[in-house]
């Protein structure tokens, strides 16, 4: 059940930044585990980016590591991933997803996450 809406992708060249967000609806992010994926064409969904539910630990997938941060406010329930220095190869569309039942050792895991954004493009031009 996809719950939240994400926004903030767009066309960027190659070394510019980016901020999707991602709003949940008729629910809230507090006490959720948050996380971001990725799926670029022709290629499965991957994880990328992820905070613990009781938020100071995050987690990230070692081609994003250093260039991207996960953060989440809880008083806008609002997730984002601020992504800088892009490169071609990270083109996808993105995925916000949410769940109150993510351990740690489940947080880079799609089937751990109960809640979906409908994903938002991002495209890197070289």
């Known amino acids: 059940l996809s719950s939240a809406a994400g926004v903030g992708g767009g066309l960027v060249q190659a070394g510019g930044s980016l901020t999707p967000s991602c709003a949940a609806s008729g629910r809230t992010f507090s006490r959720d585990a948050v996380a971001w994926f990725r799926q670029a064409p022709g290629m499965d969904r991957e994880f990328v980016a992820a905070?613990?539910?009781?938020?100071?630990?995050?987690y990230y997938s070692d081609s994003v590591k250093g260039r991207f941060t996960i953060s989440k406010n809880n008083a806008k329930n609002t997730v984002f991933l601020q992504m800088n220095n892009l490169r071609p190869e990270d083109t996808a569309a993105y995925y916000c997803?949410?769940?109150?039942?993510?351990?740690?050792?489940?947080?880079?895991?799609?089937?751990?996450?109960?809640?979906w954004g409908q994903g938002t493009l991002v495209t890197v031009s070289s």
């Open positions: 997803a949410a769940g109150p039942s993510v351990i740690s050792s489940t947080l880079t895991s799609q089937a751990a996450y109960a809640y």
């Open positions: 905070m613990h539910r009781m938020g100071g630990y995050t």
